[in-house]
């Protein structure tokens, strides 16, 4: 049978409405207008993509959009003082610097000068260690609509065996906390696990962000079982003409799709939903700033 698909697009869709609604009321009854500053360094075509669609869909939901482009050779200093300037800045209540960083660039230390209550990507040590312990905190937004879209698809997540595949610190990992949260039994795998088709096989969510294109087949997944796809990777597609690309996901889309109840497609799927929870927690760090 084939899986359910999963429709990201117009989920994100909901929720960007309806955060502009709150925003609209913010606006009439407190006179108080979200901000977000996007840090871009450098000129990385994928970062460039992202961030002007961040930049739009801010605009589109009543929030103002602050962007700070600055070049690829700027300083570790230069850019920390541009974060410290962000900090104090009473019109900015979320502020994300666009990762990946140039390589003379320490990510960890900008990203812990930002202040935890405006860290609206969750990556803050004191918002990683506050997730961790199940406090309240500014959760990563990928994550966050990953677990949206599982929420929405099962209603409670209680018991069910989860299958996180990639360990980084923007996914795998605050995914893993989220999960674990709604009392699932959690297992994360990575490229050194033994038997990572038998892992996976025993999962009732399957997550995949590792970020290698259509890794995961079919007969990796679970009669049944829910599959969240993370990856965005761009490969050829000789078969639409020469030189063209397409967009394809960690798992093997067609495979997987026979076997699952429930996928996420690339694209439409945990893509929209990032920027649609990246407003959405701009919209909770400015009710948090302001009471
Ligand atoms: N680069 C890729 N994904 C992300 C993200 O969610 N946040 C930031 N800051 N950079 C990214």
Known sequence: MAAKVIDGKAFAAKLREQVAGHVARLKADHGIVPGLAVVLVG???ASQVYVRSKGKQTVEAGMASFEHKLEDSVSEAELLAVVEKLNADPEVHGILVQLP???HINSDLVINAIDP???????HISNVGLLGTGQKSMVPCTPLGCLMMLREAHGSLSGMNAVVVGRS????KPMAQLLLGDSCTVTIAHSR?????????????LVA???RPQMIPGDWVKPGATVIDVGINRIDAPERGEGKTRLVGDVDYASCAEVAG???PVPGGVGPMTIACLLSNTLVATCRANG
């Open 101 to 103: 960083l140039p390589g």
């Open 262 to 264: 429930a996928i996420t």
């Open 43 to 45: 000129e990385d075509p």
């Open 169 to 172: 610190n923007i996914v795998g």
């Open 117 to 123: 209550a405006k860290d609206v990507d969750g990556f």
């Open 193 to 205: 696990t033994k038997d990572l088709a038998e892992v996976c096989r025993g999962a009732d969510i």
């Open 209 to 211: 962000a590792v970020g």
